[in-house]
């Protein structure tokens, strides 16, 4: 596609239930990063994926945090039992390599746990 | 620990004033930083970048200015228009991950018609 897609955009679910977040980065991106975005804040890096490499997990704030990428493309980001704290936008952005340059943000998917 | 922060929340300015946005970082090790622009329900979009081996760099309507002696970032914004309103994040990175941003809390610039 144009650019990097995410879904849900917005996702309301009951605490303690899973959610599943979905990326679809630009065709030829090879790395893959997720941010978290808190309300009224910054955005916080979560995990990156770059190519065939180990993916960078350092950002993920807890072990209810997963995330994967099949084939090098589309990748999904899993939060288990979910929190009231884990509300937030989680947006994915990709990158033609790893090296400085810019990233390029999907729209984000608001997540409201209630 | 590591942060990147700005001096200032908000701006508000009028049409076709000059804006700056500041940002102070604490990484020394940083030799990436860059400026996103993100408006209301979108992701935040790519304004202008600059490596640690440059002081200054221009765009169109926007130079980034970078201080390392105080580990200081800047963004001004000429002739400032109603569509530059958002909200404007600092970002700083360095050694082998880039795509690993740090980044600040953002400063809320609205411009008057």
């Known amino acids: 596609g144009a650019g990097v897609s995410q879904s849900p955009s917005n996702k309301v679910t009951e605490k303690g239930k899973d959610v599943e977040l979905r990326c679809d980065p630009i065709s030829g991106h090879t790395a893959l990063y997720w941010y978290r975005q808190s309300l009224g804040q910054g955005l916080e890096f979560l995990i990156y994926f770059q190519g065939n490499s180990a993916p960078d997990k350092s950002g993920l704030p807890s072990d209810r945090f997963s995330a994967e990428r099949t084939g090098g493309s589309v990748s999904t980001l899993t939060i288990q039992r979910t929190q009231q704290e884990d509300s937030a936008v989680y947006l994915c952005?990709?990158?033609?390599?790893?090296?400085?340059?810019?990233?390029?943000f999907g729209e984000g998917s608001r997540l409201t746990v209630l | 620990g590591e942060s990147v922060g700005l001096h200032l929340p908000t701006l508000s300015v009028q049409e076709g004033d000059n804006s700056i946005i500041n940002c102070a970082y604490s990484n020394s090790a940083s030799d990436y930083f860059i400026w996103y622009k993100q408006e209301s329900g979108k992701g935040p979009q790519f304004i202008i970048d600059?490596?640690?081996?440059?002081d200054k760099r221009q765009g169109q309507r926007v130079t980034v200015l970078l201080n390392k002696t105080v580990k200081h970032l800047s963004l001004q914004i000429a002739a400032t228009q109603p569509g530059d309103s958002a909200v404007y994040f600092c970002?700083?990175?360095?050694?082998?991950?880039?795509?690993?941003?740090?980044f600040g809390q953002g400063t809320i610039l609205t411009v008057h018609p």
């Open positions: 970002a700083n990175a360095g050694g082998t991950s880039y795509g690993k941003l740090t």
């Open positions: 600059i490596r640690s081996n440059m």
């Open positions: 952005a990709s990158s033609l390599g790893q090296g400085p340059g810019e990233l390029f």
